[in-house]
């Protein structure tokens, strides 16, 4: 299994912007963040270590994938990305130019398509994700052989903010009735599909800010004449950057209820779950 793995980062200091990309007091903070997401993933699906404690030596062990490439696409030299940390990771820097930064994520699909005869899952994640379950990739292939691959499977985000409703927050929650349902509508599929004893709804938010294409899915979705639009019709930029090209040909599926944190990953900010909701 060789995955290809696209973190797309875009950070410029703008005073008085309290956005995480711009905001000229978290500096510090979205470079730590950044280095956490790719140290996420090259500590749980890299190579690892054991003690052996009766011969008093480590032993290395391989990773869990065969192969995990690692890019990061920035826009000119708007970003935080450290090139010393970057090259202890193995990560290759992808230097994009846009005029709008919002629009960076969709220099994925070049970077996609380009590779697509050398990976067998292609991600793509914003900036802030991190993953901790080993078994993450496994679970998406799991899905792809159970439910065939006209259907996707995105994680859950969540938060973890000792301030917030509760420790843990899911904080993709489903969108007002209609927002997707010209997408929705177009691919009619099951309600709900179950694998084993886990239950995964049609997603009323597909969004997760994160997207894995099998290399069968990659070639399909190269083949739709939408492939290289710039489309922003889901919320906005960022937004159908990460979404909108695998909602407009998969149904899209997230783990539901209490098995939420079957597929999750973890929004390393706590702004969704500091909202005052009037609701609450």
Known sequence: MRV??????????E??????????????????VLRQVID????????????????????RLRGS???????VLTNGTDHLLDEEHAKARGVRHV?????NPRMLGFATRRLFAEARNAYDLFCFSEDDLRVADPGFVAKIMAFQDAFGPRR???PNRFEWNAGGPTLKTWIDGDLRPGVIARWRDALP??????LGRTEFRRALNPHSGFHALTALQLAHWMRQPHFADADCGFIGPLESAATLGPLKIFPIYKAFGTDMGFLEIEHLDTRFSSMRLPGA
């Open 189 to 194: 599929d099951e309600p709900f599909l179950r």
């Open 95 to 99: 230097r994009v130019q846009v005029d």
């Open 65 to 71: 994938v065969d192969g995990l490439d690692i890019c």
């Open 40 to 59: 996420s993933w090259r500590g749980i699906f890299g190579a690892t270590t054991a003690i052996n404690i009766e011969h008093k030596r480590f032993e």
């Open 152 to 154: 996707m499977l995105m």
């Open 4 to 13: 290809l793995l696209a973190i797309v980062h875009f950070y410029r200091a």
């Open 15 to 32: 005073e008085g912007s309290t956005h995480s990309s711009t905001d000229a007091h978290r500096r510090d903070q979205r470079a730590a």
